[in-house]
């Protein structure tokens, strides 16, 4: 299976966004020194700007996606998710870079945590998680993608589930229509058979008539025969 581009490209702006945490640890480390930090301010806002234009064009694949259904509703806010946690760490940056001297291990702590979280007004007095305390960054960034792929895994899982139960339901679909069918042509044979019945039944009932009329005339006949032989019979 081909990597996907938007994760490749997020992956690669998880890495620029790290490394201007490292370098912004860097520069306060020689500020604390006294040491010349201009090369590194000029290094920090060069990435700044890369992790904006970044961050723009997974906003712009992630919206093209979406529209044209690329991916499904739920990965594309699954996505949405973490181009706001990158938008997040990227205002982080900007303001540590802005506020020189900053904790190293404070800037650290405000990126592995994913961002502000709602209900604290400082971003920096946010602490690090235990999953990444002690960690190195590769460290965190190779734990992050396991996350990714776990998440993939599950999305996977799930698509499987629907698309099964998609089937599921294909068939019971069927064999409705095959129900139908069946019940369709019992009704058609109930309707023949009453129609058969219908037509028995006056049948019988023409034939009652007719027999009935034809004894009555037997009747009439012997009583005629009977008055003609009285008529006839010699009396003394």
Known sequence: MAPDPWLMMYDSTCHIAQEIAEKIQERNRC???????????VTIRSLLQNLKVKIDQLKDLLLRAISTRQITQLEGDRRQNLVDDLLTR???????????GTEPDVIRS???TGGVKRGVTNPWLLEETEETSGLGFNEI????????QEQDAGLDALSSVLSRQKQ?????????????EIIDDLTNLVANT???LRSQTR????????????????VIV????????????PTH
């Open 31 to 41: 500020q604390r020194n006294g040491e010349n930090s201009t090369k590194l301010n």
């Open 168 to 180: 599921m339901g294909q068939e019971i679909g069927n064999e409705l229509e095959e129900q139908n």
């Open 203 to 218: 049948h019988v009932k023409m034939v009652d008539k007719k027999s009935t009329s034809c004894g009555m005339l037997v």
């Open 222 to 233: 012997l009583l005629l025969i009977a008055i003609a032989v009285v008529a006839v019979w």
């Open 110 to 112: 405000s990126l592995m």
């Open 194 to 196: 009453d129609d058969k």
């Open 90 to 100: 990227q205002r982080q940056l900007q303001a540590s870079y802005k506020n020189d």
């Open 141 to 148: 960034r190779q734990q992050q993608q396991r996350i990714i």
